[in-house]
C-alpha cells in the first residue's frame, strides 16, 4: 500500500538522520542553555506555555492529519509530518539564535524561542504540502530544512534592511511557505514524468480525519495569530483574538456559500471546505498590525474565502476524480482557457509553468496571504497622511517575493542534484 | 453517498448564506467594536481566553464529531456543525447585546461576550441533535438561528421577570434545547412521511469518530460548566470543576454499569455509553449554584445516568439495528405499552406526538437537566428555610418550559412555510 | 466483532461496578470536602486546571486511542479505558488521601489532589497495556485498581524508608506499571491456552486512530512530565518542558531512522514510531531532577529511543503479521535465540516467562524507564562527590522493583482465584 522506494533510499535516510540529529545534539551540547529569566516578553510561564502548546497542537495534529486524504499517505502523511516538524523546530531553534550565538556563545532556551521555532516550522509544512506524494522522505527532509534557512534568512533581511519587526516578518510565511512550495514543485514537475502523480491517489474514506485535522487549524488559528504578541498589552491580544475568531467564521460561512454555488448538484465540496475555511485566518494573520475594527477583519475573511474558494475551483477545475479509481488527471487546458480572463494569473502560471500543487497550498496560502498583504497595504494607506510608509511597505514585500523566489530557485537546484 | 437535496436547495442555500453574512457584517460594521477593558468580571486575558478555547473545542469538536455516526452524515455532520456554529454564535453575539445596543449604541466584544454566545450555540447544537438526517441545511440554519432568538429571549424575560442571574439561566440550555429541539421534529415528522428517515442509517465504522466527539465533550465539560463563573472567586470555580469531574466519572462508571446489565449479550452498548456518559455534567450544569458537596455531585451523576440509560433504552428499544444492513425502524409499539408503567412521560410523549429523535436529546439533555433542575430544587429547599426562594424557582422553571413551547411552536409554524 | 466474554460475565460486570461506585459514593460522602485553600503549590487555579485538563486529555484521548490497533477492541478499547480510568482516578483521590483521612478525617480535594490521582491512573492504563485482548472488564477493573493500590502503598514506603519526595516517585511509575503488567500477563499466559490471543488481531484501518492518540500522549508529554513541579519555581518548569520537548523531539527522529533501518524494504514501520517516539518522554520523567542542559535530555531521547526501536523490534521479531489476515503468533524460538547475545534480558524474559505483551509496554515504558533511572544514577554521581545519596538510590530503586515485584504476584494469585 505504501509507495515504494528506491532501493538506494533505505541506505540514506537512516544514517542521514542519525547524521543531522547527532549534529544538533552536538551543536546543543557546546551553545545551548534554558535561559534564567522565564517572563519573556511580558506573559509568564504558564502563558507563554499555553500559547506554545496550542501552537504545538495545530503543527502535529493540524498539519499531520490534514494531508491524510491522500490515499497511499493517509498513515505516512502523520509520521513524515512528525518527522520534518521536529527535524525542523531543532534546526529553527538553532537558526534563529545565530545572532545571539554569534555575540554571547549562547543559544537561549525559553518558551518564546520555541514558539518561534514551531512558527518557522509551519512555514515549512506549508511547503511540504505542494509536493507531498511525489516526493520521498528524504527530499522531504532537505526541503523543509532548507525552506527554514530561507525563511529566517528572509526575516533576518527584512529586519536588517527594513526594520521590520519580527512578528510581522513572521506573519509573512504563509506567502513564503506558498511561492517556495510552488517553486520546487515546479522544478519537481519539470523533471520527472507524470507517471509518478499516481501516488497521489484522493481518499474519501480518510476524509474525516483530514477534516479533523482542518478543524484542529481552524480552532486554534486564533492562538497562531496572538502568540507572538507581547503579554503587555492584553489589549492588543484581545483584538487579534477577535478580529481573527471573526475572521475564520466569516470565511467558513462564505466558503461554503460558495462551495453550493460552484457544485453542480447543490452539495458542500468538502476538498473546498477544507481549502478554504482557513483562508480568513491566513489573511488577517497578515493583515493583523493594522486591523482596528471587527467589521474589517470580517470583510477580509469575506474576501479571503471567496477568493480561495473561486481560486480552489479553478485550480482543480480539470482535476477528474473518477468513481471507482479516482484518478488525479492534469488541468484541462480548454476550460482553463476559457476562464483565463476571469484569473488570469493562476492560469497563467499553471499553463506557463506547469506546477502541481498536492494541497492546494496557492488557494490555502498563497492567494489569502497576498490578499492580507493587500488589506494591510490599503488599510495602512488610509490610515497613515504620509506615504514614506507605505512606498516602504511596497518595497519591503518586493524585497520578500524576490528572495523567497531566489531561495527557493536555488534550492531546486540543490534538490536535482 | 450524500444527501439528495430538492433543486431549489442549490439556488437557495448559497444565496442565503450571502445575505445572513452581509447582514451581520453591515451590523458589526456600525455597532461593534472590541473592548478596551480586558480584565471582564475578575479574569485576566488569558484566563477568560483558555475558556473560550475549552468551549470553543467543546463547539467544534464535540458536537461535531459526535454526529459522525449516520452513514450518510459522517462527513457532512462536521461540515454542518461547523457551518451552524459559525452562523449562531455571530448572531448570539449580536443578541446577547442588543441592550448594550440599544443604550449605548455599541456592541462590545470581549472574551466573555464571545463564551457567552458559544455557549448559546450550544444550545442550538443541542436541539439540531433532534432534526439531523431529516433536514436540508437552509432548514438547518434556520432553526438554529429562531432557537438561539428564542434562547436569547428566554435568558431575557427570565433576568427581567425573576432576577435570574445570567449564569444561572444560561445553564437551562440543556432542557431549553432539548424541549426545543424535540418540538421541531414533532411538528416535521407530522408533515413528512417516514421514507425521509432512510436517510438516518447509522454506521458501526465511523463510530470511533463518535467515541473521539464524546470524549472531547466529556474531558472539556468542566470547562464548560465554570467557564461563566466570576474570576473573582476561585474557590467557587474550584468546587464547579471538582463537582463537574466527579459527576462525569461517576456517569461514565453508571452508564457502563447500566448498560451491561440491559444487554442481553452481556456487552457494552457503545451507543449507551456514548449517550450517557455526559448526562451526569449536563445534570450538574443545571443544579451547579446549590451543590456544596463532592458527594451531592457524585450521587447527582449517579441518578442521571441512570436515568439517562434507561431513558435512552426505552426510546430505542424498538430500533432494531440488523446485521448487514442496520436499518431504524420506529418504535414498538407493543413494547412501548409494556413499559408504559415504567416511565410514562416517555411513551405518553412517543405515542402521542410521534416525535423522532436522532441524537437522543431527550435522554441526553432533556432528562439530566430536569433531574437537574430537581436536585437544584431540593437542595434549596433544604439550605433556606423559608419557601419564598422556592416558590420563585418553581414559577421560574414553568416560565421557561411555557417560553420554550410557545417559541418552539411559533418557530416550527416558521419552518412549515 | 465484540470479544464473547464468559455468560457469567454478565451477572458479575454490572452489579461489581454498582457495589463499587456505590462504596466510593459512601466513602466520599463522610470524609470529602473541596479544599477552600485553592492556591495550592504556589500555582494559581487557573495554572494548575490547565495542568490537570492536559493530563486528563492524556489519560483519555492518548491511552484511549493508543490501544485501537486491535481488531476487535477499537471500539471497546476506548470504552474500557474510560471506564477504568474513571475508577481508578476516583479509587486514586481516596488512597492517596488515606494519611490526611486518618489525622483530620477528611479528604480534602483540589486540583493537585486530582492531577496525582491522574498520574497514578496512569501507571495503571500503562500495566492494562500488557494485557488488553485477553482480559475481560472485570479482571480489567480488578487488575487497575489492585495496580494503582500498589503504586500508592510503593510511594508510601519510599516516602517513609527512604525519604524520597512523592515527585520523583510518581515519575517510577513507568516501571512499576510495566514489570507490574509484564507479571500480571505471565501468570495470565501460564494459565490459559494459547488460543485466546486470537482476540489480538491487529488492524491496519485503525491505525490512523492509534497514531492520533499517540501523538496526544506526545503532545501533552510536557505538561506530564511538570504537571507536579511547584508553581513557585517557574524557572524549573520551563527547564522540564524544554527538556521533555528537546528529548520527545530527538527519539521522534531517532525512531524514525531506526525503524528505517531495521525494515528490509527501507518503509517507516508504524507500530515502531507508535512505540518508540514516547521514549523520550519516559526516560527524561524518571531522571527530570538532575537533568540540568537541553544536550543531556537530548542525548537521553537518543539513547532511549535506540533502545525502545530495538527492543520492540527484537520482541516482535517473530511476530509474523500476514496480507491477509494478519495473524499474530509468538516469537519464534530460532530467531530470539540468534539475538541472544545481543539483548540477553529480553530474550531470557520472554523465553523463560513466556509471557505476552500486546501494547509492548516493556520497549514503550519498562526499557526507556530504566535507561532514565540509570542516566539520574550517572548523573547524580557525576554532580555530587559523596557516595551517600548514590547508595541511597541504588537501595531505593531496588525497593521499588521488590515491592513491585511482590504486590503483582500477590495480585496475580488474587486475580487467578
Chains 1, 2, 3 share one sequence.
Not at 58 to 77: D, K, Q
Not at 123 to 152: C, D, H, M, R, Y
Not at 154 to 162: A, D, K, R, V
Not at 361 to 368: A, R
Request: charged share 10%.
Amino acid at each position: 500500500m505504501a509507495p515504494q522506494y528506491a532501493p538506494s533510499l533505505r541506505s540514506r535516510l537512516g544514517p542521514l538522520l542519525f547524521v543531522l540529529q547527532t549534529g544538533f545534539i552536538l551543536i546543543f551540547a557546546f551553545c545551548a542553555e534554558v535561559d534564567s529569566n522565564v517572563n519573556v516578553n511580558g506573559s509568564t510561564f504558564k502563558d507563554s506555555y499555553t500559547d506554545f502548546q496550542d501552537v504545538n497542537v495545530m503543527v502535529m495534529f493540524g498539519f499531520g492529519f490534514m494531508c491524510t486524504f491522500l490515499v497511499r499517505h493517509g498513515f505516512s502523511a502523520v509520521g513524515f509530518n512528525l518527522l520534518v516538524a521536529t527535524m525542523t523546530t531543532q534546526w529553527a531553534i538553532i537558526l534563529n539564535n545565530v545572532e545571539s550565538w554569534y555575540y554571547s556563545g549562547k543559544i537561549r532556551l525559553n518558551m518564546r524561542s520555541l514558539v518561534v521555532a514551531e512558527i518557522c516550522t509551519v512555514s515549512a509544512l506549508v511547503s511540504i504540502g505542494a509536493v507531498l506524494g511525489k516526493t520521498n522522505p528524504v527530499q522531504l527532509v532537505f526541503i523543509a530544512l532548507l525552506e527554514v534557512s530561507g525563511f529566517v534568512l528572509n526575516e533576518w533581511l527584512l529586519l536588517n534592511l527594513l526594520k521590520v519587526r519580527p512578528g510581522n516578518s513572521m506573519m509573512l510565511l504563509h506567502i513564503f511557505g506558498a511561492f517556495f512550495g510552488l517553486t520546487v514543485t515546479w522544478i519537481l514537475y519539470r523533471k520527472d514524468s507524470e507517471q509518478r502523480f499516481e501516488k497521489e491517489k484522493v481518499d474519501h474514506k480518510s476524509g474525516l480525519f483530514s477534516m479533523l485535522g482542518t478543524v484542529f487549524l481552524w480552532v486554534f488559528w486564533p492562538s497562531f495569530n496572538s502568540a507572538l504578541l507581547s503579554g503587555r498589552s492584553p489589549v492588543r491580544k484581545l483584538e487579534c483574538v477577535c478580529s481573527s475568531y471573526l475572521a475564520l467564521a466569516v470565511s467558513a460561512v462564505t466558503a461554503a456559500a460558495v462551495s453550493v454555488i460552484f457544485n453542480p448538484k447543490g452539495r458542500f465540496n468538502l476538498l473546498h471546505l477544507q481549502s478554504c475555511i482557513l483562508s480568513g485566518g491566513v489573511a488577517i494573520g497578515v493583515s493583523m498590525p493594522v486591523v482596528l475594527q471587527p467589521w474589517e477583519a470580517m470583510l477580509i475573511g469575506f474576501a479571503a474565502a471567496i477568493l480561495s474558494t473561486i481560486g480552489f475551483h479553478l485550480l482543480q477545475v480539470g482535476t477528474t476524480i473518477k468513481h471507482g479509481n479516482c484518478v488525479l488527471l492534469l488541468i484541462h487546458p480548454k476550460r482553463a482557457l476559457n476562464s483565463r480572463s476571469f484569473l488570469f494569473f493562476q492560469i497563467h502560471m499553471l499553463l506557463a509553468f506547469q506546477c502541481h500543487d498536492t494541497r492546494a497550498i496557492l488557494s490555502t496560502h498563497g492567494l489569502p496571504g497576498l490578499l492580507g498583504w493587500l488589506a494591510h497595504f490599503i488599510l495602512l494607506i488610509r490610515q497613515c497622511d504620509d506615504h514614506t510608509t507605505a512606498v516602504r511597505f511596497a518595497v519591503f514585500h518586493i524585497c520578500t517575493l524576490l528572495i523567497t523566489i531566489t531561495t527557493s530557485l536555488s534550492m531546486g537546484i540543490l534538490t536535482g542534484t
